[in-house]
C-alpha cells in the first residue's frame, strides 16, 4: 500500500500565484484532512472532508480551497498566494469510526514544503 | 475549544538517560484519545503511544510510557533509556469528536551521546 501520497514534495510560488497541492490515499478512507505546520510549530487543520462531496472548514481556511469528488483524492488549492502561507502542508486520511484512534488510524503524507516570495 | 500546551520548547538528554515531556490539555468532553507523536527531520508524523481517557492504566510502548492524570488534564511522554534516534519533534495531540487532530506546540528533544 502506497498510503497517502502528496504532491509536489517542494514547491517555491511567487506572490500572487496559485497553485494546487495533490493529495491521493489508497485506503479506501472516508475521512480525509489538509494541515499546515509553521516553523517550529505544530500542524493545525486547515481544511477536512467525511466523504466525496462534502468538506468543511478547520482551524485556518482562509486563503485555501478544496473539493472531494472522489474518496481517493482531496486536492488543496491556493490562490492568490502570500508570504503567510510559506508552511510545510500535511495531507492526512482516516477510516472513521472507532479505528481512528487505532495505529491503523490517522495516515499522514510525507508533506509538502511550500515557499512564497 | 480544545487546546493542547507544551511548555517546553526543547528538552535534551544524554544517551541512556530517561527524559519526561510534558502536555496539558483543555477538553469539556469525557471520553477522548491522547495522543505522542514523533517527527523526525525527514518531516514524517509517527505514532508514538495513545492514550484513552477512560482507562486509568497508563499506555506502555516498549521504552515509551504516560503519566495521564485526567483530573488534571495532564499527559506526559517518558521516554526510558534514551537512544541517539529518539531525536526529532515530539508533538502532543488530542482527537476531537468529529475526528480532528488537535496539536501543541511541540518539543525538540535532542540525545547527547
Known amino acids: 500500500n502506497a498510503g497517502v501520497t502528496q504532491t509536489p514534495k517542494f514547491r517555491i510560488l511567487k506572490i500572487g500565484q496559485s497553485m494546487t497541492l495533490q493529495c491521493t490515499q489508497d485506503?479506501?478512507?472516508?475521512?480525509m484532512y489538509w494541515y499546515r505546520q509553521d516553523p517550529g510549530m505544530g500542524l493545525k487543520l486547515i481544511y477536512y472532508?467525511?466523504?466525496?462531496?462534502?468538506?468543511d472548514k478547520g482551524e485556518v481556511p482562509n486563503g485555501y480551497n478544496v473539493s472531494r469528488s472522489t474518496t481517493e483524492d482531496f486536492p488543496l488549492r491556493l490562490e492568490l498566494a502570500a508570504p503567510s502561507q510559506t508552511s510545510v502542508y500535511f495531507c492526512?486520511?482516516?477510516?472513521?469510526?472507532?479505528?481512528?484512534?487505532?495505529?491503523?488510524?490517522?495516515?499522514f503524507g510525507s508533506g509538502t514544503r511550500l515557499t512564497v516570495v | 475549544a480544545q487546546t493542547v500546551t507544551q511548555s517546553q520548547p526543547e528538552m535534551s538528554v544524554q544517551e541512556a538517560e530517561t527524559v519526561t515531556l510534558s502536555c496539558t490539555y483543555d477538553?469539556?468532553?469525557?471520553?477522548?484519545?491522547l495522543f505522542w507523536y514523533k517527527q523526525p527531520p525527514s518531516r514524517q508524523m509517527i505514532l508514538v503511544i495513545r492514550q484513552e481517557a477512560y482507562k486509568q492504566q497508563n499506555a506502555t510502548e516498549n521504552r515509551f510510557s504516560v503519566n495521564f492524570q485526567k483530573a488534571a488534564k495532564s499527559f506526559s511522554l517518558k521516554i526510558s533509556d534514551s537512544q541517539l534516534g529518539d531525536a526529532a519533534m515530539y508533538f502532543c495531540a488530542y482527537i476531537t469528536g468529529a475526528q480532528k487532530l488537535v496539536f501543541g506546540q511541540g518539543t525538540r528533544l535532542t540525545i547527547n551521546p
Open positions: 492526512a486520511s482516516s477510516p472513521g469510526g472507532e479505528e481512528v484512534h487505532t495505529r491503523r488510524g490517522y495516515t
Open positions: 485506503m479506501n478512507h472516508n475521512y
Open positions: 472532508s467525511v466523504g466525496a462531496g462534502i468538506t
Open positions: 477538553t469539556s468532553e469525557s471520553d477522548y484519545y
